[in-house]
């Protein structure tokens, strides 16, 4: 495997885990398709039927793990391999950091109303933002089909810009934390640096004071 994570463990392993939890907490039913051959190939990492655990599926997402940089149409395209090897509605590309997002294609927001980009990084230990990407798939395949009786897709709808505003706060925030946080080493290396200078002059003071003793 090309995908890997810091510690070894293949990306797409810790990416099903995480899509497993959040679907289990749904009723939905999660699986690792990623060796298996769907219709004409192998794309796709991870299959979720939704309310599959209770009986026939409303609808299906497929995840498609990487943790390698490809461009927007060598992504777009293969979610639309993805989508139609595993028979599902909605795909989301998921990656462990911003720098391996395609080019033009910000986190979290659709494309074509059925494809989605997210970060998730494994090493974080924060699934939010997939968390945000699978409600986000999954609200946009039942206002699609239909598939759940006495929805209000208005107020649906709403929510999710709701919940869109909010991770945009989130990543906001996280960012200017990532830049206090460089800022702040960055001073402590100055401290360390004066710290060093005066514990030079202290050792110069000692041998200044061991030589008028001598």
Known sequence: HER?????????????????????AQGDDCDAVGDLRGAGGR????????????????????????NSRRSRNEA????????????????????????????????????????LFVVFDPEEGSRLALEVAYSLARARILM??????????????????RAMVAMEDVRRIKSQLTSAAGQIEDVRAIVDGMAERVRGHLAQIDAMVAAAGD
């Open 4 to 24: 890997s994570t810091a510690k070894g463990r293949p990306y797409e392993e810790a990416v099903f885990e995480a899509v497993n939890a959040i679907a289990a």
């Open 43 to 66: 794309k796709g990492d991870v299959v979720v039927d939704l309310d599959g655990c209770a009986g026939r599926p409303r609808g299906r997402i497929v995840f498609e793990a990487k």
């Open 76 to 115: 777009l395209a293969e979610l639309d391999e993805a989508m139609n090897q595993r028979a599902a509605d909605y795909a989301v590309w998921v990656v462990p950091s911003e720098d391996k997002l395609p080019a033009r294609a910000p986190a979290l927001r659709e494309v074509n109303g059925d494809k």
């Open 144 to 161: 699609t089909k239909g598939g759940a009786d006495g929805l209000d897709a208005s107020a649906l709808r709403a929510e999710v810009e």
